[in-house]
C-alpha cells in the first residue's frame, strides 16, 4: 500500500463537512452491496504448529473488488469519525467518558468482513469499534451508548461507552476488566463444542450451527493476565474453533510491550501451542488483514482448532480521554506512529491504486459525517434511564424462585431407606441431569476417570467427597468432565456455556480456593444481567464445600468468609443444613434463572443426624424461606449451615434451666426470610446471631444492624451475636475448638442474652 510521504499529524481531525444533507443514521445507506471476496492463493496451515506467517507486500496480495474496498473504508473512517464525534462532545460536557478504537479500524473491519454477525459469536473489547459498526451497530446505536441512553442496546445506560453489546449480533456484553471475556469466550465456543456430541442437546438448541466461530479479542497489555494463558491452554487442548485476535498497539496505557512481555514479542511465546494456528499482520493494512481474518476464519470453521492473529496496529489518540500519552512518548515515536495511521493510509491507497478519486471519496465523507451528526443529535435528544429502574435486572425478571411455584415441601412423601447430604445432593444432580439435557457438570476431580479406557476397571473418583459419583458413567464424558486445576478457567467456561444457552454446574473444590474465580464471579458472573439490562444472563450453578470442624483443616481448608459473597448484587447465595434441605434447594438452584453459590458445609456432608430419606425428583424448597428447627417463646437463635446443630444443642441444654429457645434456619443467605426473622424475634423479644464466619464485618452483623434499626421497640435485650474469632483457623485442635463457635459458646450466650 503506498502511503503518503509527509508525516502525518499527531491527533488528525478530518475535515469539517460542508451543508448538511438528509441522511439515515444507518451506516447502511452509505455502504454499497458486498461483492464476493477475491480467493487467497496462500492456504493455511493445518493439523501442525505454524510458525508466525510473514507480512508480505501488498503488491502481492490479491486485491478484493471495488465494492469491498469502499465498503473497508466507509467503516474504517466511519470508526474513526465517531471517536471524533465523543471527543468532542466530551469537550462539550455531553457525555462523561470517551475511549477510542483509533489505529485498529483495518484489522477491525477485516475481521467483521470474515465473520457472520448473528451467527458466529463475538467477545471483542473496549477498542473494537470498527468492528461492532461492521457487523451492523450503527452509529445511532453507539452514541446512544456514548450519552448513557435507556435504549442503548449495549448497556442501556449502565456501562461506559465502547462496553460493546448486542444481542441480536451475538455481541456479548463486554465489562471493563482486561481478559475476562478470553475465558467466556472459550466457554461458548466449549457450549456448542459439547451439544453437538449431545443429542438431545443438539435439538435442543435450535441456533446451533457446525460450522459457527467464536471471535474474541485483546489488546497487548491483556496478554499478561493469566486467563489469558487459562483460555489459550483449554482452547488448544479441546481444539475449539476460536478466533483470537490480538491488537497489538505497543502500549498498555503507559507500559510499552517489552515491559508486558518477555522478548517483546507474543508470538513467539505461545507458538508451540498446539493445533493453535498462528498469523502475524500488519493491522493497519486492511486488504493484508483481510487475507489474514480470512485464513484464520476458515481454519476454525474447518475444526482444525484455535487460531491466533498478531496484528501490529498504532494507537494515534491517547488510552482514552482520561489518558495524556505525551506524558510518557516521545515525539518521535508518535510520529512514527502517526505516519502509519491506516484511515489516511487507506485514503491514499484508493486514490494511486484508481479504486475512486478525491471528489468520489470526499463525497462518501460528507454523507459519513452527516449521518454521525445527525445520529449524535438524536442521541443527545433520547431519553435517560428512569431513575426507578435501578435496580430492574439484578435478579431474573421472568423465574422467581422465591415464589410459590418452587416450594413443594409441604407434605412431601419420603422413601427409601436415610441418606446423607453426599446421598441427596448426589441424586438431585442424578434426576436433574437426566430432566434437563443442557446441564453439563465439570471442576476439579468431578468425572469419575477421565481417561475413559479405564473407565470399567476403576471405582471412579466423583469428587475428593464422592458428591459427584457415577454422573459421568450415566451421562458420559461430553456432559461431566474434568478441569485443568484453575478456578478462574472453571467459572469463566461456564459463563461462556451459559450464555451459550447451556446450564453449567460447577464444582470449586474447596471455598478456600475460590479466590482465583472471584474476578469472574464479582466482575463477569454477577452483573451479566444488570449490566446488559437482561438482554444477556449467565444462571450459573457454583458448588462449594465450605467450613471447618474437620480436624486437621486448618485455614486453607476450613474457611467460611461468605459475607464476601452475599454483599455481591445479582448473586444468589444457599447454604443448607441438612440432607432433604441440599436436595431441594439445590434443585431450585439448578431450575432458577440467576447465579447461584451453593454452599455446602463438609462437616455435615455424612453426619447421622442431618440424613434424609429420598424426596421426589422434583422436590423444591423455594430461595428466601426460612425454618423453624426447634420452637421456642424465650429467646430466638439465627443460624445457618453448620451452627444449626450446634444451636439445638445449645438450646437443649437452656430448655434444663427452664429457658425455651426457639431456632431459625435460615437456609438461604441471597435473599433471607425477613418476615420469619420479624415473627420469631416479635415473639421471643431476645435475638441470638449464631454463624461460623468471623465475628467482625460478617454476615450476622448486617442481620443485627437491621434487626436493631426495625425491629428495636420489640427487643428486651441487646441483639448478641456467636461468631467465630477474628482470626484464622488452626491447625491444632484445640486451637480450632477455639477459633470456631461451639455449643458451649452459644449456651453462653443464651444465659447472657436471658439474664440482661
Given at each position: 500500500m503506498k502511503t503518503e510521504t509527509k508525516v502525518l499529524k499527531l491527533v488528525r481531525k478530518s475535515e469539517d463537512s460542508g451543508e448538511p444533507a438528509e441522511a439515515t443514521k444507518e451506516v447502511a445507506s452509505v455502504a454499497a452491496p458486498p461483492e464476493p471476496l477475491?480467493?487467497?492463493?496462500?492456504?493455511?496451515?493445518?493439523?501442525?504448529?505454524?510458525?508466525?506467517?510473514?507480512?508480505?507486500?501488498p503488491a502481492k496480495l490479491p486485491l478484493p473488488n471495488r465494492g469491498v474496498l469502499l465498503e473497508m473504508y466507509r467503516t474504517m473512517y466511519l470508526s474513526r469519525r465517531i471517536d471524533d464525534k465523543e471527543i468532542q462532545?466530551?469537550?462539550?460536557?455531553?457525555?462523561?467518558?470517551?475511549?477510542?478504537?483509533?489505529?485498529?479500524?483495518?484489522?477491525?473491519?477485516?475481521?467483521?468482513?470474515?465473520?457472520?454477525?448473528?451467527?458466529?459469536w463475538f467477545y471483542p473489547?473496549?477498542?473494537?469499534?470498527?468492528?461492532?459498526?461492521?457487523?451492523?451497530?450503527?452509529?445511532?446505536?453507539?452514541?446512544?451508548?456514548?450519552?448513557?441512553?435507556?435504549?442503548?442496546?449495549?448497556?442501556?445506560?449502565?456501562?461506559?461507552?465502547?462496553?460493546?453489546?448486542h444481542k441480536r449480533l451475538n455481541i456479548v456484553s463486554q465489562s471493563s476488566p482486561t481478559g475476562t471475556q478470553l475465558l467466556q469466550a472459550v466457554g461458548c465456543a466449549e457450549g456448542a463444542y459439547?451439544?453437538?456430541?449431545?443429542?438431545?442437546?443438539?435439538?435442543?438448541l435450535k441456533d446451533l450451527r457446525p460450522d459457527e466461530v467464536v471471535y474474541v479479542s485483546?489488546?497487548?497489555?491483556?496478554?499478561?493476565?493469566?486467563?489469558?494463558?487459562?483460555?489459550l491452554n483449554t482452547a488448544c487442548n479441546l481444539k475449539l474453533p476460536v478466533v483470537f485476535l490480538l491488537e497489538d498497539n505497543g502500549y498498555a496505557i503507559s507500559v510499552p510491550i517489552e515491559v508486558q512481555t518477555a522478548g517483546g514479542d507474543l508470538s513467539k511465546l505461545i507458538e508451540n501451542f498446539p493445533s493453535l494456528y498462528l498469523q502475524r499482520c500488519d493491522g493497519t493494512d486492511p486488504v493484508e488483514s483481510l487475507e489474514t481474518m480470512r485464513r484464520a476464519v476458515d481454519y476454525c470453521r474447518k475444526r482444525k482448532g484455535p487460531s491466533f492473529v498478531h496484528a501490529k496496529v498504532i494507537r494515534p489518540y491517547s488510552h482514552s480521554l482520561s489518558d495524556d500519552e505525551r506524558l510518557y512518548r516521545s515525539d518521535e515515536e508518535r510520529a512514527a506512529d502517526a505516519a502509519r495511521d491506516p484511515v489516511k493510509r487507506f485514503t491514499a491507497f484508493l486514490i494511486d491504486e484508481g479504486?475512486?478519486?478525491?471528489?468520489?471519496?470526499?463525497?462518501?465523507?460528507?454523507?459519513?459525517?452527516?449521518?454521525?451528526?445527525?445520529?449524535?443529535?438524536?442521541?443527545?435528544?433520547?431519553?435517560?434511564?428512569?431513575?426507578e429502574s435501578a435496580t430492574d435486572y439484578v435478579f431474573s425478571p421472568d423465574v422467581d424462585p422465591t415464589s410459590k411455584q418452587f416450594d413443594t415441601e409441604t407434605d412431601v412423601q419420603l422413601s427409601g431407606n436415610p441418606g446423607t447430604m453426599v446421598?441427596?445432593?448426589?441424586?438431585?444432580?442424578?434426576?436433574?441431569?437426566?430432566?434437563?439435557?443442557?446441564?453439563?457438570v465439570f471442576g476439579e476431580d468431578v468425572a469419575d476417570c477421565s481417561r475413559e479406557q479405564y473407565l470399567d476397571g476403576v471405582k471412579g473418583k466423583g469428587g475428593v467427597f464422592k458428591v459427584t459419583a457415577n454422573l459421568q458413567r450415566k451421562f458420559g464424558s461430553a456432559r461431566v468432565?474434568?478441569?485443568?486445576?484453575?478456578?478462574?478457567?472453571?467459572?469463566?467456561?461456564?459463563?461462556?456455556?451459559?450464555?451459550?444457552?447451556?446450564?453449567?454446574?460447577?464444582?470449586?473444590?474447596?471455598?478456600?480456593?475460590?479466590?482465583?474465580?472471584?474476578?469472574?464471579?464479582?466482575?463477569?458472573?454477577?452483573?451479566?444481567?444488570?449490566?446488559?439490562?437482561?438482554?444477556?444472563?449467565?444462571?450459573?450453578?457454583?458448588?462449594?464445600?465450605?467450613?471447618?470442624?474437620?480436624?486437621?483443616?486448618?485455614?486453607?481448608h476450613s474457611q467460611s468468609g461468605v459475607s464476601t459473597f452475599t454483599q455481591i448484587p445479582g448473586l444468589r447465595v444457599i447454604y443448607p443444613s441438612n440432607a432433604l434441605d441440599a436436595n431441594g434447594l439445590l434443585r431450585t438452584s439448578i431450575r432458577c434463572d440467576d447465579p447461584v453459590l451453593f454452599l455446602e458445609h463438609k462437616h455435615l456432608y455424612r453426619q447421622a443426624y442431618n440424613k434424609s430419606q429420598y424426596p421426589p425428583d422434583d422436590f423444591m424448597i423455594p430461595f428466601g424461606k426460612a425454618k423453624i428447627v426447634r420452637e421456642g417463646k424465650d429467646i430466638t437463635i439465627i443460624a445457618y449451615g453448620a451452627l444449626v446443630q450446634r444451636s439445638i444443642v445449645a438450646a437443649k441444654q437452656a430448655e434444663q434451666e427452664g429457658v425455651s429457645v426457639e431456632v431459625v434456619d435460615l437456609r438461604s443467605l441471597v435473599p433471607y426470610d425477613w418476615n420469619a426473622i420479624v415473627a420469631s424475634v416479635k415473639k421471643t423479644n431476645r435475638v441470638i446471631i449464631a454463624h461460623e464466619d468471623s465475628l467482625s464485618f460478617g454476615y450476622g452483623a448486617e442481620l443485627a444492624a437491621r434487626i436493631g434499626s426495625e425491629l428495636f421497640e420489640y427487643l428486651d435485650a441487646p441483639v448478641k451475636r456467636v461468631c467465630a474469632l477474628d482470626t484464622f483457623v488452626g491447625y491444632a485442635p484445640q486451637l480450632e475448638d477455639a477459633i470456631l463457635p461451639q455449643p458451649a459458646d452459644v449456651a453462653k450466650a443464651i444465659a447472657e442474652v436471658r439474664a440482661y
Open positions: 477475491s480467493a487467497s492463493t496462500e492456504k493455511a496451515t493445518s493439523g501442525q504448529n505454524s510458525r508466525p506467517v510473514a507480512a508480505r507486500s462532545l466530551k469537550g462539550q460536557n455531553k457525555i462523561y467518558f470517551q475511549i477510542s478504537g483509533a489505529g485498529h479500524e483495518a484489522v477491525l473491519v477485516a475481521a467483521a468482513m470474515a465473520l457472520k454477525p448473528g451467527y458466529d473489547y473496549y477498542r473494537d469499534r470498527a468492528l461492532c459498526l461492521q457487523l451492523g451497530m450503527t452509529p445511532y446505536e453507539q452514541l446512544l451508548a456514548s450519552v448513557g441512553a435507556a435504549d442503548d442496546p449495549n448497556s442501556h445506560g449502565r456501562q461506559m461507552p465502547s462496553h460493546w453489546g459439547r451439544a453437538m456430541l449431545v443429542p438431545q442437546l443438539k435439538r435442543l485483546l489488546g497487548d497489555g491483556t496478554s499478561s493476565e493469566g486467563e489469558f494463558w487459562e483460555a479504486v475512486i478519486d478525491r471528489e468520489g471519496l470526499q463525497r462518501i465523507k460528507d454523507e459519513i459525517d452527516r449521518i454521525i451528526a445527525d445520529a449524535a443529535d438524536e442521541a443527545l435528544a433520547s431519553a435517560q434511564p428512569a431513575r446421598d441427596l445432593i448426589n441424586r438431585c444432580l442424578h434426576t436433574e441431569m437426566a430432566r434437563d439435557p443442557r446441564i453439563v468432565f474434568n478441569s485443568p486445576l484453575a478456578e478462574a478457567n472453571i467459572v469463566g467456561r461456564a459463563i461462556g456455556m451459559a450464555a451459550r444457552g447451556l446450564k453449567p454446574v460447577v464444582e470449586i473444590q474447596f471455598f478456600d480456593y475460590i479466590w482465583p474465580a472471584m474476578h469472574q464471579i464479582r466482575n463477569e458472573l454477577a452483573p451479566m444481567r444488570w449490566r446488559s439490562g437482561n438482554e444477556w444472563k449467565a444462571p450459573v450453578v457454583i458448588r462449594v464445600p465450605v467450613g471447618g470442624y474437620l480436624k486437621g483443616g486448618a485455614l486453607y
